[in-house]
Nanobody, 123 residues
Framework: VQLQASGGGLVQAGGSLRLSCADSGRIVGGVAWFRQAPGKEREFVAAMNWRGDRKNYADSVKGRFTISRDNRNNTVYLQMNRLKPEDTAVYYC???????????????????WGQGTLVTVSS
């Protein structure tokens, strides 16, 4: 499985961006977005299972970000609205062979990672 993230860029606070993550193979477990700001550890943003009936979000993005998947073209999206300067980070998509309710927020739960795409939110 190979993941290719795109869609990052520079946006003003309050604006929106949509990140995309195309995968080259069939993911039967879970998909997720993480982010890493300069000098900080990688942190969980959002995750969903393959069927899309289980979605989880970090408290910091709940109500502003939405994770979704288009199974026709094997692409995962992260719609980000009402962006804040503290959302500035490199965003990574990740995939796993299983989706665990107790581990979806852990970096170590994911087998495959994309290369990251930079999101910069100006104040």
């Amino acid at each position: 499985v190979q993941l290719q993230a795109s869609g990052g860029g520079l946006v003003q606070a309050g604006g929106s961006l949509r990140l995309s993550c195309a995968d080259s193979g069939r993911i039967v477990g879970g998909v997720a977005w993480f982010r890493q700001a300069p000098g900080k550890e990688r942190e969980f943003v959002a995750a969903m299972n393959w069927r899309g009936d289980r979605k989880n979000y970090a408290d910091s993005v709940k109500g502003r970000f939405t994770i979704s998947r288009d199974n026709r073209n094997n692409t995962v999206y992260l719609q980000m609205n009402r962006l804040k300067p503290e959302d500035t980070a490199v965003y990574y998509c990740a995939a796993s062979t299983e989706y665990s309710s107790g581990r979806y927020h852990l970096v170590g739960a994911y087998n495959y990672w994309g290369q990251g795409t930079l999101v910069t939110v100006s104040s």
